[in-house]
């Protein structure tokens, strides 16, 4: 098992937003396409009906699906905190609960979106069952996650490497293994950042890196940007 999808750690880590917030501020010199825009034009273009979102974080996304999209939406999340916070934000069906152990009735659903959060999974395989089992025939699974060098200029910084369970390079096989069809997106681009202190809470947020460690760092610092959006198709 990777860091990334250690669950205690992964419990703790979203337990509160700061952690997601400090890895989002790094975003604010952008180069390239906006990856969480290209995601809803790719959910949109589905025309769902009856979605459900996937560890949804601070429940932005399913915010713009309920507000621009005619689609009912249902959200879940490990973390009590980002359920409350999607409630807030007006996702009125939120609730706590595991992608691996879904509580919905098969087929319940024409969309599922698992944006940014699979690598977090224990158990892939597990996962993406439930999720194709909640899906009606036909129904199609957004799923997005970073390529194997995706913000490597920065992460290098911090000592050894973690490897990801999805990434842009395994995704569409692993996939395959549960839909009938598969299409990869690729959304690449570049961030820079001039703020020592950017670095240092983007290093302090991962659950990865030796916070004990001493950080040296050449600013400004430009680091590539490696995203791929999954559409698969039951």
């Known amino acids: 098992m990777s860091h990334l999808d250690d ?18 501020a790094i975003y604010g010199e952008y180069e390239g396409e906006q990856a969480p825009d290209v995601v809803f034009q790719e959910i949109a273009a589905l025309a769902p009906q009856r979605v459900l979102e996937v560890g949804g974080g601070p429940g932005e996304l399913a915010e713009r699906m309920l507000r621009e999209l005619d689609a ?3 959200f879940v999340d490990i973390s009590p905190r980002m359920v409350e916070l999607a409630r807030g934000r007006g996702i009125r069906d939120a609730q706590v609960c595991d992608v691996q152990e879904l509580p919905f009735d098969d087929a319940a659903f024409d ?20 999720l194709a089992r909640v899906l009606r025939p036909g129904g199609h699974l ?6 194997e060098q995706h913000l490597q200029e920065l992460r290098e910084l911090f000592g050894p490497d973690f490897r990801s369970s999805l990434t842009r390079e395994n995704g569409e096989e692993l996939l395959l293994r549960h839909f009938r069809a598969v299409r990869r997106r690729d959304v690449d681009g570049a961030v820079t950042i001039r703020e020592r202190a950017l670095v240092v809470a983007y290093r ?11 950080l040296e760092v050449d600013l400004p610092l430009r680091a590539r940007t490696c995203v791929s959006i999954f559409v698969a198709t039951k």
Not at 7 to 24: I, T
Not at 204 to 214: A, I, Q, R
Request: charged share 25%; net charge negative.
């Open 72 to 74: 009912e939406v249902t």
């Open 7 to 24: 669950e205690a750690l992964v419990r703790g880590q979203y337990a509160r937003e700061d952690n997601l917030r400090a890895r989002q």
């Open 111 to 130: 969309t599922a979106v698992a944006a940014w959060m699979l690598y977090h999974v224990p158990d892939l395989d597990r996962a993406f069952s439930e």
């Open 142 to 147: 957004v799923a997005v996650t970073n390529g």
């Open 204 to 214: 302090d947020s991962m659950m990865t890196t030796d916070k004990s460690l001493p």
